[in-house]
């Protein structure tokens, strides 16, 4: 579960995602990873990426598991990831709504699906972050600890990070107070003290635990 990243120094890289699974798979292989399981706000993003080519070593050296990376770290592999002209990305989201109907892992499993299917060819093989498989018309290997082992996954989990935090940047502007563009939906003690000052916003996540307790 991702939340906040501090800023940080230089990262250390004394294990890296590589490409051994994609390799081993052959074909068409597409990592999955989702963004924004924990937060009390806001949707669950997800991410789909390809790269048919391989990855060449400038641009796996800025991949890594997204939580690794400080926001500057992340923004720049994100824009290697989009201009590069290497990667196939999908991208999609699961609402709040969605999250009340199906709970938080439903709908993250529906975010992934959504994802894959955005890419511009469907995956000979989609190697999925975590243990629980989205229902997915190709071939689906889940990865626990994906995104620090699949640089495919890796891309993913900052694909949708990336554009998670930045969603719920422009969140906060409509709802200031809670601060989102800091704390990205996170239950810091500001957005407690947020939610207990100004009250529940209709991007709030009515069954997490200090909402539900506010919306009885």
């Not at 993003?45 to 796996?60: D, H, K, Q, S």
């Not at 990376?69 to 699961?94: M, N």
Request: glycine share 12%; aromatic share 4%.
């Amino acid at each position: 579960m991702e939340g906040p990243t501090p800023a940080r120094g230089p990262r250390r890289r004394d294990t890296a995602p590589d490409f051994a699974l994609e390799q081993a798979a052959g074909g068409r292989v597409a990592g999955v990873d989702e963004a924004g399981r924990g937060p009390l706000s806001g949707p669950v993003v997800a991410a789909a990426v390809v790269f048919p080519f391989g990855v060449p070593p400038g641009l796996a050296a800025l991949l890594d598991d997204s939580k690794k990376l400080s926001a500057s770290q992340r923004q720049r592999a994100f824009d290697a990831i989009r201009c590069s002209g290497l990667a196939d990305v999908g991208i999609a989201a699961a609402s709040v709504t969605e999250i009340g109907t199906l709970n938080i892992l439903g709908a993250s499993l529906l975010a992934m699906r959504r994802a894959v299917l955005r890419l511009s060819e469907l995956p000979d093989l989609a190697l999925v972050d975590g243990n629980r498989p989205p229902a997915l018309p190709c071939p689906v290997r889940c990865v626990i600890g994906g995104d620090g082992k699949s640089l495919s996954i890796a891309a993913a989990s900052i694909v949708a990070k990336v554009i998670r935090d930045r969603a719920m940047a422009r969140l906060a502007t409509r709802y200031p107070g809670y601060g989102w563009d800091r704390n990205a939906g996170y239950a810091t003690a500001a957005h407690r003290a947020a939610l207990m000052s100004l009250g529940v916003t209709p991007h709030h996540r009515a069954g997490f635990g200090p909402v539900a307790r506010l919306s009885i």
